[in-house]
């Protein structure tokens, strides 16, 4: 069965600093994987997609996320936090391997501070 | 903006009662998904449906039910409510099956 864990459910950073938010992964075969942003009373926004082309992935807004078999991970960083990043970041895994039914991790909630 | 729209935004009423809520897709796209976000369950996929058929199935109580119309929006009914059905319920759509999918705004649904 797939499933996502997201490590933090709260990250804290400076702005200007790197962001970092931990996701694992388990799944029986190849995933796809995603990064949905969902900014205070608004909908969810896709960040990036992992498909099994290449292993870094970058996003919008600066984001970018490694995708490691090894590790069975899928972090997603970003150099330099904008006070505008504030909001709850989930990682997805695809259950079909495609864009079918979708399973959300728990959830990060990431604040940046002046 | 997604190009998604759901209303009501926001949905008040009491236990037992049948609510329904509705979800545009974005023009053009054929599959729609809706989802359920709850404090103690977090985000959950409910139910598909792909130009007019059920397609797939998540974690969807027996109480509700969905339909997607020849127009290609869709309705999710809640009926019976229960406290613990207060939530956030996404809709999403995208393109064909296997694609991006694009949220909408959501809408909030408290059972008093």
């Known amino acids: 069965a797939q499933s996502v864990t997201q490590l933090d459910s709260h990250v804290s950073v400076s702005e200007g600093t790197p962001v970092l938010l931990r996701c694992n992964y388990s799944?029986?075969?190849?995933?796809?994987l995603f990064w949905y942003v969902q900014h205070p009373n608004k909908g969810l926004q896709l960040l990036l997609k992992?498909?099994?082309?290449?292993?870094l992935v970058k996003g919008i807004n600066g984001f970018e996320a490694e995708f490691k078999k090894s590790e069975t991970s899928f972090h997603l960083t970003k150099p330099s936090a904008h006070m505008s990043d504030a909001a709850e970041y989930f990682c997805v895994v695809s259950l079909s391997g495609g864009y079918n039914k979708l399973i959300f991790g728990a959830g990060t909630r990431l604040a940046v501070h002046p | 903006d997604s190009g998604v729209t759901q209303t009501p935004k926001h949905l008040i009423t009491a236990t037992g009662q049948r609510v329904t809520l509705r979800c545009s897709p974005r023009s053009g796209d054929l599959s729609v998904y809706w989802y359920q976000q709850s404090l103690d369950q977090g985000l959950q996929f409910l139910i598909q449906?792909?130009?007019?058929?059920?397609?797939a199935k998540g974690n969807i109580l027996e109480r509700f039910s969905a339909q997607q119309f020849p127009d290609l929006h869709s309705e999710l009914n809640l009926s019976s409510l229960e406290l613990g059905d207060s939530a956030l319920y996404f809709c999403?759509?995208?393109?064909?099956?296997?694609?991006?999918?694009?949220f909408g705004p959501g809408t909030r649904l408290t059972v008093l």
């Open positions: 449906y792909y130009n007019g058929e059920e397609r």
């Open positions: 999403a759509s995208s393109v064909v099956e296997y694609d991006e999918q694009f």
């Open positions: 992992y498909t099994s082309a290449a292993t």
């Open positions: 799944s029986s075969y190849s995933p796809s």
